[in-house]
């Protein structure tokens, strides 16, 4: 008995450690250039802004439109990735993003950055959903939270990358007639196109149509698989309409709305609020916006391990959460330069590691039927906040001349954020223990 526990396990190992090394790399990039064109734009608004004359209204109406495209072409594209196959799914989701995001550059009135800003939301819609289900059947719960964070490191390894870079693309203001934040979004943008191409050569679209896995391996993905849903129990129904009346999905999708529209936000406004807060250079503040990548990195990784060893992903999320709260607040009334900066990479530090803890979470409290259609409800309703809060934060500081008012008012939607961690935390607890852990 014994041996033969040994042997499934080692069988186990292998077949986990072969998914990790053929997978996570592939995906990790994709995500990489994910964030990096949507987000972006923060970095370039340091001059676009300034040379198109835009408010912040604007660009926060602007910087929101990618979500609302995002959220409603989000649930029709997790049906099609379904349809067609991972592989060819995520690499169209590429090349047409990595098009729209060097189309950026050539931006010249509101409407034009509305339209792009709403199509790149459209193209690069079902993404993120759409990973969490393939690796849904990939990852057994027990490896789930490792695999999404070795992935999800991708966030804040943007924010490296980008506040590495940024600075000295925007120095290029000028050169071949361009201005700095044209050469960002095509130097940006491009290599999307390129890496699309990449995913659609060497992504396996399911264990089952691996050809470097062993049979044996295939059957214990297969069985652990098998496992996890006969414990979550059969769904009621798994269409989109019984998504958006299933009290977990809205749960989620509620704590997915006050947690994107928070941290898509900041991460929007970030340059322009150290900027306005600090009095550093825009290269400066590109540096310190890598630190916090980097900080935000290690967190993810350290956070998902210790999510996977003792199960409880919802209770470090909630912990985070509070870390979240706090530093928003500070950021908002700290007169001090040097603790605004400080506040900031607490907030880099937890904000990608938050979602990371959750969406590894939804397939402990989705049966795999509907998860599919669930994931991208979920998400739908967090890009819905991602929408609609950089447009409220940019009317609030046409209003009031300040980021203050915001900052503080984003503290409060924090905290009510943790508050429905917990709730949730206590509802699968109620239903089950949990069943992911494995022995430190």
């Avoid at 594209?77 to 067609?84: A, E, H, I, T, Y």
């Avoid at 799914?89 to 409407?111: D, E, N, Q």
């Avoid at 409880?312 to 709260?325: E, S």
């Avoid at 934060?393 to 924090?414: H, M, N, P, Q, Y």
Wanted: aromatic share 12%; with cysteine.
């Amino acid at each position: 008995m014994a041996a033969n526990h040994r042997h499934v396990s080692a069988i186990g190992r292998s077949a986990m450690g072969k998914a990790f090394w053929r997978i996570l790399p592939l995906i990790l990039i994709a995500y990489l250039f994910a964030y990096m064109d949507r987000v972006n734009v923060s970095f370039a608004a340091t001059q676009m802004n300034e040379d198109l004359r835009f408010s912040a209204t604007i660009y926060g109406l602007g910087g929101g439109l990618f979500f609302l495209g995002y959220a409603l072409f989000e649930i029709p594209s997790n049906l099609m990735l379904v349809r067609f196959g991972a592989r060819r799914w995520i690499a169209r989701i590429m090349i047409t993003w990595g098009l729209l995001s060097a189309g950026m550059m050539f931006v010249a009135t509101p409407m034009q950055f509305y339209a792009l800003r709403f199509l790149l939301g459209v193209a690069e819609a079902g993404f993120y959903p759409g990973v969490i289900f393939y690796f849904s059947g990939w990852f057994p719960p027990c490896h789930r939270s490792r695999a999404v964070s070795r992935f999800f490191i991708a966030s804040p390894l943007a924010s490296v990358a980008m506040g590495g870079m940024s600075g000295w693309l925007l120095a290029l203001d000028g050169t071949g007639g361009l201005h700095g934040w044209q050469w960002l979004f095509l130097v940006q943008g491009l290599p999307t196109v390129v890496f699309g191409l990449v995913v659609l050569r060497y992504l396996p679209d399911a264990p089952a149509t691996s050809a470097w896995l062993t049979a044996d391996e295939k059957a214990w993905i297969e069985t652990e698989l098998a496992r996890e849903q006969a414990r979550i129990g059969a769904p009621a129904r798994h269409d989109v309409l019984g998504a958006f009346r299933n009290p977990r999905v809205l749960l989620l999708g509620a704590i997915g709305f006050l947690l994107i529209a928070v941290i898509t936000t900041v991460i929007l406004n970030a340059p322009l609020i150290l900027l306005e807060a600090t009095a550093l250079d825009p290269k400066s503040i590109g540096y310190l916006v890598a630190l916090g990548g980097l900080l935000g990195a290690a967190a993810i990784l350290v956070l998902g391990n210790h999510a996977d060893r003792n199960g409880d992903r919802w209770g470090a999320a909630f912990r985070c959460g509070i870390v979240l709260a706090a530093a928003v607040l500070i950021m908002g009334l700290s007169p001090s330069p040097l603790l605004t900066c400080i506040a900031y990479l607490a907030f880099a530090t937890v904000c990608f590691a938050i979602p990371m803890l959750t969406s590894s979470g939804w397939a402990e409290a989705l049966h795999v039927r509907e998860l599919a259609v669930g994931a991208a409800a979920i998400n739908t309703l967090s890009q819905i906040g991602a929408f609609l809060a950089p447009y409220g934060w940019g009317a609030a500081k046409d209003a009031t001349g300040s980021f203050e008012l915001a900052l503080v008012a984003f503290s409060v939607i924090a905290l009510l954020m943790s508050a429905l961690i917990l709730v949730l935390r206590h509802r699968l607890r109620g239903h089950s223990a949990p069943a992911d852990a494995v022995p430190a």
